[in-house]
């Protein structure tokens, strides 16, 4: 049951980590620099204003990422995984 429990757990993880790519974080390297250029083309903004943006979009990813359903359901298997390695231990 200890060896379930291991593979439960890597699983979970590794959906864990896909979920917060695809819901939270996305592909934003990708399109960094296109970002960067858009930024430069604007008028200049204030620190502030610059500082209230990164937070905001950074607010917009972490709601994504708990309403996935993907990270959920990986939470769930890495409780369930502790769980049985306590239980087999």
């Known amino acids: 049951m200890a060896s379930f429990a291991d593979k439960l757990f ?3 993880l590794i ?3 896909v979920s917060v790519v695809v819901s939270g974080v ?3 390297f ?3 620099k296109s970002q960067v250029e858009d930024e430069l083309d604007e008028e200049p903004k204030s620190s ?3 500082k209230k943006a990164a937070m ?3 607010d917009k990813s972490l709601k994504r990422i708990g309403r ?3 990270f959920w359901i990986a939470l ?3 409780l369930l995984s502790v769980v049985l390695s306590l239980l087999a231990g």
Do not use: V
């Open 10 to 12: 890597m699983i979970s």
């Open 15 to 17: 959906l864990l980590m």
């Open 26 to 28: 996305g592909f934003q």
């Open 30 to 32: 990708l399109k960094w």
């Open 48 to 50: 502030s204003a610059r």
């Open 56 to 58: 905001d979009r950074q």
């Open 68 to 70: 996935s359903y993907l």
């Open 76 to 78: 769930g298997g890495m």
